[in-house]
């Protein structure tokens, strides 16, 4: 439980910087409403689905966190002063670490790999539904 509360804050700073919704830190029984959702998610992903494909659906979604961030490190190389080549390299290898998890987990795992790759299309399709009703309102 404790884990969970200190995550609701997590949600709560996001939800300040306007990148979750406002209603995110509001309480309900003492409790930001974000952790409502959260403990729900998480009950629901953890008894529907296995512990690897868990797991393996979180070493990709860092995998392509890492890879958007070393891609603006190429866009911005400049205005951000750093080498580009290394953002290059870092890219290039986020991309192989993908590429090689995927086709490993799908070789393994078929299922597992779908479930995986299908909560990271689901967070990125929610952030982009997300993100275009915060500039319709």
């Known amino acids: 439980m404790l884990i969970l509360i200190g995550g609701s804050r997590v949600n709560q700073e996001v939800a300040e910087e306007k990148e979750l919704p406002k209603e995110f830190p509001r309480l309900l029984w003492g409790k930001p409403i974000?952790?409502?959702?959260?403990?729900?998610?998480?009950?629901?992903?953890?008894?529907?689905?296995?512990?690897?494909?868990?797991?393996?659906?979180?070493?990709?979604?860092?995998?392509?966190?890492?890879a958007?961030?070393?891609?603006?490190?190429?866009?911005?190389?400049?205005?951000?002063?750093?080498?580009?080549?290394?953002?290059?390299?870092?890219?290039?290898?986020?991309a192989v670490a993908f590429a090689i998890l995927t086709g490993q987990q799908m070789m393994k795992s078929p299922l597992a790999m779908i479930l995986?790759?299908?909560?990271?299309?689901?967070?990125?399709?929610l952030e982009y539904l997300y993100q275009r009703s915060q500039k319709a309102g």
């Open 116 to 125: 995986s790759l299908s909560i990271l299309v689901l967070c990125f399709l």
């Open 68 to 94: 958007s961030v070393n891609l603006v490190g190429i866009k911005k190389h400049q205005e951000i002063n750093t080498r580009k080549g290394v953002a290059v390299f870092a890219f290039i290898l986020c």
């Open 34 to 66: 974000g952790l409502l959702f959260i403990t729900l998610a998480t009950l629901i992903l953890s008894n529907t689905d296995d512990l690897e494909s868990i797991s393996t659906a979180g070493s990709a979604g860092f995998l392509l966190i890492f």
